[in-house]
């Protein structure tokens, strides 16, 4: 075992490309961490393999607070907050409605127990890789920008390790076990500002010339486990 560093914190996002929180623990099972990513509104008329209402297409969704009042494997019970302060159960239709108006599209509400991934149920991404792009871009740069489910805090590495990760087996705490699949590549969610929604495209311009669009990884569960903040994080051999 290789000792890499520790959980910073961990995030979970229940409404795709609503506001997440920031968690000292969580349960990671082999659908990702529970309660995450569980609901989204789809674009009724869409006929990609994309077809969720995200940022990209109405950026204000960030701006949407997300609060689980019940998580099991098979339920999730979720209350979002407008940004004028109205509440809603996710199920509301005034809440579909709204967000019908705001994106001009038709929508309907998925659940899934699953997730609503957009390439594996965990994203990864260390505080060292989120400093370096702030200081390149010269932009203040909020981790939740990245929206990740484990932010690490490397002891010892530098920017961008993660990205050497992929095909290794991570441990995590005293039983999870992730298995690095792939590396995340971004795209404009990163430039939009987690508690204002407001732009700033240098971000992204940077990750794009200086690491191919990529920063962070994405990966599997393949040991379910419990996960804190500043438990130990470990490359097997």
């Known amino acids: 075992m290789q000792?890499?560093?520790?959980?910073?914190?961990?995030?979970?996002?229940?409404?795709?490309?609503?506001?997440g929180q920031w968690l000292s623990a969580a349960?990671?099972?082999l659908q990702g961490v529970l309660a995450d990513r569980r609901y989204a509104f789809v674009q009724?008329?869409?006929?990609?393999?994309?077809?969720?209402?995200t940022a990209r297409e109405l950026p204000e969704l960030l701006c949407y607070n997300t609060?689980?009042?019940?998580?099991?494997?098979?339920?999730?019970e979720v209350t979002v907050t407008a940004p004028g302060g109205e509440k809603f159960p996710i199920w509301s239709e005034e809440l579909r409605r709204r967000l019908e108006?705001?994106?001009?599209?038709?929508?309907?509400?998925?659940?899934d127990?699953?997730?609503s991934y957009d390439a594996a149920p965990i994203s990864l991404i260390t505080r060292q890789t989120i400093a370096r792009i702030a200081e390149e871009s010269e932009a203040e740069v909020d981790p939740r920008r990245f929206r990740p489910n484990l932010l690490l805090?490397?002891?010892?590495g530098e920017a961008f390790d993660e990205m050497k990760w992929v095909g290794r087996i991570v441990r995590v705490g005293d039983t999870a076990r992730l298995a690095i699949t792939k590396a995340d590549e971004r795209c404009m969610m990163i430039t939009l500002d987690p508690a204002s929604a407001k732009p700033n495209p240098a971000?992204?311009?940077?990750?794009?010339?200086q690491h191919k669009l990529c920063a962070g990884v994405y990966a599997q569960v393949i040991t379910a486990g419990e996960a804190r903040a500043g438990d130990p994080v470990a490359l097997e051999a």
């Open 44 to 53: 009724k008329q869409s006929r990609s393999s994309f077809p969720w209402l």
């Open 153 to 156: 805090d490397l002891e010892g």
């Open 101 to 111: 108006e705001r994106s001009g599209r038709e929508l309907f509400l998925l659940y």
């Open 3 to 19: 000792a890499v560093g520790v959980i910073g914190q961990l995030g979970r996002y229940p409404v795709k490309s609503m506001r």
């Open 203 to 209: 971000i992204l311009r940077y990750v794009a010339q």
């Open 27 to 29: 349960t990671l099972t």
């Open 67 to 76: 609060t689980v009042e019940k998580a099991s494997f098979k339920e999730v």
């Open 113 to 115: 127990y699953r997730g």
